[in-house]
């Protein structure tokens, strides 16, 4: 284990479908992040993890959206009756001190 | 809310030239500066960090100053080479050491031969 790794890397679904990606952190790291990106902006805050505790969730995130962590390792995105607007690359990080990005699940909505 | 502004959005240098991408954010509390460069289709990828008790950090051609008084930090580049083009985010945390990170939008840089 010598990375972030995301499941899947692509995915495309139609729109109102529910999609569910997952996140393996490095595996001695005990706080997980999912951050969202399109394209020519920053990667966006959605919500993080220490441990399995959810502590944070962005003010800006629909409740169509959430996430888990139930054992404290890997972590799962839902996001349900999925929009047009929702077409972005999902990233999760993991850090033990510094933060190290996945490779990202792509998700087009069409 | 927390924010991270990033300037220029855009950057085109001549090989072997400087080049300076500053950001300003807006939480005096924040004590941890990254920056992180994405090649087109990949990861973004930690180049160099600086903490709140530091004003300048170097790494061979890449050097990092902070100004937490006016609360505005700068990724330089020295010497740009070809591979040094990509965007580059610069990100700020919030909420102590335990907190999330907040990013700037982004600079593309371009590095001509």
């Known amino acids: 284990d010598t990375g972030v790794s995301q499941n899947p890397r692509h995915k495309i679904t139609k729109r109102g479908q529910n999609v569910t990606f997952r996140c393996d952190p490095i595996?001695?790291?005990?706080?997980l992040y999912w951050y969202r990106q399109t394209l020519g902006q920053g990667p966006e805050f959605l919500t993080y993890?220490?441990?399995?505790?959810?502590?944070?969730k962005s003010r800006l995130l629909s409740d169509r959206f959430s996430a888990e962590r139930p054992k404290g390792s890997f972590s799962t995105l839902e996001i349900q009756r999925t929009e047009q607007g929702d077409s972005a690359m999902y990233l999760c990080?993991?850090?033990?001190?510094?933060?190290?990005f996945g490779p990202g699940t792509r998700l087009t909505v069409t | 809310g927390e924010n991270v502004e990033q300037h220029p959005s855009t950057l085109s240098v001549q090989e072997g030239d400087s080049a300076v991408i500053k950001c300003t954010y807006s939480?005096?509390?924040?004590?941890?500066f990254p920056w992180y460069k994405q090649e087109l289709g990949k990861r973004p990828q930690l180049i160099i960090d600086i903490r709140s008790n530091v004003g300048e950090k170097k790494d061979q051609r890449i050097a990092v100053t902070l100004n937490k008084t006016a609360k505005h930090f700068s990724l330089h580049i020295t010497e740009t080479q070809p591979e040094d083009s990509a965007v580059y985010f610069c990100?700020?945390?919030?909420?102590?050491?335990?907190?999330?990170?907040?990013f700037g939008k982004g600079t593309k840089l371009s590095v001509k031969p």
């Open positions: 990080a993991s850090s033990g001190g510094d933060l190290y």
């Open positions: 595996s001695e790291h005990n706080r």
């Open positions: 993890f220490q441990n399995e505790a959810q502590l944070e």
């Open positions: 939480d005096s509390a924040s004590n941890y």
């Open positions: 990100a700020a945390r919030y909420g102590g050491s335990q907190g999330n990170l907040i």
